[in-house]
T-cell receptor, first 114, second 111 residues
């Protein structure tokens, strides 16, 4: 079955440490997205990529970095510059070029600073 | 920036009742989408309505869109306990950008 896999499900980060969240899809979707969800805040866009080797900043990109070297993969690195990284991170993909505007989401990674 | 705002923030109903959630947005759109999120899980796409459509149905879901008022509503008929979840509206921005989500409505359906 096609879908999006996020790993790990839970991640703990120490102060000053960089961590990378994995997002892999086998839907052959061109576009991929990273959102952050805090309680009562809804989803906020971190980065998105419409095509391989290209990505754009979202509303809250500071302290995060991404890469899109392969169509299937869009990893998110939470750097030490992100002062409040504790949140639920969601990855999604879509295929707007074929008129498929709905997003398919992964099951999320919960990141906690310890 | 958050384009959509859902209302109410929380809704509690009994099984069998209808649930109505509203979404308001600020700028012009090409389409509006509704998603469901069970606690601690990813979002699931429910329905998409295009800006030139006024109403759309999918099973027990009915979505309306009023572009003149920049608002949409999601009606879930004959609610079940399994409908308990958070519901989000999302709007598209300019072509080639990403969906903007509201803060969601938390629906609780008790049996």
């Amino acid at each position: 079955d096609g879908g999006i896999t996020q790993s790990p499900k839970y991640l703990f980060r120490k102060e000053g440490q960089n961590v990378t969240l994995s997002c892999e899809q086998n839907l052959n979707h061109d576009a991929m997205y990273w959102y952050r969800q805090d309680p009562g805040q809804g989803l906020r866009l971190i980065y998105y990529s419409q095509i391989v080797n290209d990505f754009q900043k979202g509303d809250i990109a500071e302290g995060y970095s991404v890469s899109r070297e392969k169509k299937e993969s869009f990893p998110l690195t939470v750097t030490s510059a992100q002062k409040n990284p504790t949140a639920f991170y969601l990855c999604a993909s879509s295929q707007p070029k074929r008129g498929n505007y709905g997003y398919t989401f992964g099951s999320g990674t919960r990141l906690t600073v310890v | 920036s958050q384009q959509g705002e859902e209302d109410p923030q929380a809704l509690s109903i009994q099984e069998g009742e209808n649930a109505t959630m509203n979404c308001s947005y600020k700028t012009s759109i090409n389409n509006l989408q509704w998603y469901r999120q069970n606690s601690g899980r990813g979002l699931v796409h429910l329905i998409l309505i295009r800006s030139n459509e006024r109403e759309k149905h999918s099973g027990r879901l009915r979505v309306t869109l009023d572009t003149s008022k920049k608002s949409s509503s999601l009606l879930i008929t004959a609610s079940r306990a399994a409908d308990t979840a958070s519901y989000f509206c999302a709007t598209d921005g300019q072509a080639g950008t990403a969906l903007i989500f509201g803060k969601g409505t938390t629906l609780s359906v008790s049996s």
